[in-house]
């Protein structure tokens, strides 16, 4: 993961949080994204691993934007 290997090397500590929503027919996976309890980025998907990858890749988006407007 690319999150996983940005925030070790910027000495940031992250957290992803992930929890199912709809009927059992029907789940819906919702992660978000935390850099030093702020959060960064949100995904959903069909499956845990699925939500958990848009929302790192939101995350990282986030992180790029800013890399641009700031650097």
């Not at 998907?45 to 986030?62: C, D, I, M, S, T």
Request: hydrophobic share 40%; proline share 4%.
């Amino acid at each position: 993961m690319r999150l996983n290997n940005y925030a070790e090397g910027a000495h940031l500590s992250f957290r992803i949080d992930s929890n199912p929503r709809g009927p059992n027919n029907a789940v819906v996976w919702l992660s978000v994204v935390y850099i030093n309890d702020e959060e960064y980025g949100r995904g959903e998907g069909p499956n845990k691993r699925v939500a958990e990858e848009n929302a790192a890749n939101a995350a990282l988006r986030v992180i790029n934007m800013y890399r641009v407007l700031y650097v």
